[in-house]
């Protein structure tokens, strides 16, 4: 599991992490409501290696996020490893309010579990199991790297800003900083192009491209030839496609190189639909 980890930590991080809830960055509309059901399969040099799928639910005050993933193919035989993410949390004012993040990561012979709770982007709780290990050359976590940050799953959700087309090159151009347990970095997003993408079940239309560009801050340890590697990577992109009734984005595709060939990560199914509002407790609907 390690090895794959290690393999898949820029699509890990692209596709988790590389966008960013625009609240902290400029003011956002009501959020409107929406649903997404999505699939994705991931290659590595072209040989397919993984497969998962996220759901999401996009409310005006809130939302919930799950997404599973496991290895499959040859990978499966060489490493055998299944992964699950769940979210949830609260708009106000245009920003995220409270939000929960719980990841887990299951090899044959490990689990590794992170808890996040942040309130108004400060980290209020933190726990991981295992703990970090203390390694003297690994850069500690800081009090100030804790505020004003963007669990993983919250950061792949965008908001763009607003009210005209959502897939537009305003979105990528913004950058972020993402706490995932153990890990501080910042994210920097630039526009590259547009594209037209096209889903085997659901969403065909336009995605706007996104350079990603990753900075590590705490919590790593310099000397780690991943770290080095990512954080000299040019390359990385992010394709992002719209939940349909909301104003928000989220990853169709996620591409960079590895060091034994390119990893892609892509939508096979995106199906998103606007959903009601709610009826408030003297009988008027929502904004």
Same mark, same amino acid.
């Given at each position: ?25 400029v ?18 040099a ?15 005050? =809130? ?20 992964g ?7 708009f ?54 804790? =505020?004003?940050v ?75 030839a ?18 349909e ?43």
């Amino acid at each position: 599991m390690l090895a794959l980890r290690q393999i898949l930590r820029p699509m890990r991080i692209a596709l988790a992490t590389a966008v960013v809830c625009a609240a902290l960055c400029v003011p956002v509309p009501a959020f409107a409501q929406g649903k997404l059901d999505a699939q994705y399969v991931v290659t590595l040099a072209g040989i397919p290696i993984g497969k998962g799928s996220w759901s999401i639910d996009v409310g005006d005050a =809130h939302y919930s996020a799950s997404a599973t993933g496991a290895t499959t193919g040859l990978m499966r035989v060489l490493t055998e490893g299944e992964g699950s993410t769940t979210a949830q949390a609260t708009f106000g004012g245009g920003k995220v309010l409270k939000a929960t993040y719980v990841s887990t990561i299951r090899s044959r012979k490990q689990k590794d579990e992170v808890h996040v709770t942040l309130d108004k982007g400060d980290v209020k709780d933190s726990r991981s199991d295992p703990p970090p290990d203390h390694e003297r050359e690994r850069i500690p976590v800081s009090e100030s790297d804790l =505020h004003n940050v963007f669990d993983p799953m919250t950061a792949s959700i965008l908001a763009a800003p607003g009210t005209g087309n959502p897939v537009s090159a305003e979105v990528c151009e913004r950058t972020m900083a993402v706490f995932d347990g153990r890990l501080r970095y910042d994210l920097k997003l630039a526009f590259k192009r547009m594209e037209t993408v096209k889903a085997e079940k659901g969403y065909s239309g336009p995605a706007v491209v996104c350079a990603v560009y990753f900075t590590p801050v705490s919590g790593y340890i310099p000397s780690r030839a991943t770290i080095r590697y990512l954080a000299k990577q040019r390359d990385m992109e992010i394709w992002l496609a719209p939940i349909e009734g909301t104003r928000m984005l989220v990853p169709f595709r996620a591409q960079g190189p590895t060091p034994i060939g390119e990893a892609v990560m892509v939508a096979t199914q995106f199906v998103s639909a606007a959903t009601p509002s709610h009826a408030s407790a003297d009988g008027h609907k929502g904004p």
